[in-house]
């Protein structure tokens, strides 16, 4: 990931707060520990470096994927995101 890109991505995760993940009494830490970087309120606080890669390899992995031709299945636990991911899936 090219350093002005990080850059903004993380800025992003972080102007939008999206470093803020589970309650702590809810997340598995064997999964999770290495992306971890504290607790908030009784909230995990994810390291926004860590959600940026990620986001970043399941970009590529993704276009990968449309680029084979293969069917791409996502899958939300957030409702709110709905109609979001429809539209871009739509505009793929």
Do not use: H, W
């Not at 390899?57 to 680029?67: G, L, M, P």
């Amino acid at each position: 990931m090219s350093g002005t890109n990080s850059e903004a991505l993380v800025k992003a995760i972080v102007d939008n707060k999206l470093y803020l993940g589970t309650p702590k009494y809810a997340f598995f830490p064997k999964i999770t520990q290495n992306v971890i970087l504290g607790e908030k309120n009784r909230q995990i606080v994810i390291d926004p470096e860590k959600i940026a890669e990620s986001l970043e390899t399941a970009k590529k992995a993704i276009q990968e994927a449309k680029k084979d031709g293969k069917l791409i299945l996502v899958v939300l636990d957030k409702e709110v995101f709905r109609e979001d991911v429809e539209n871009i899936c739509d505009a793929e």
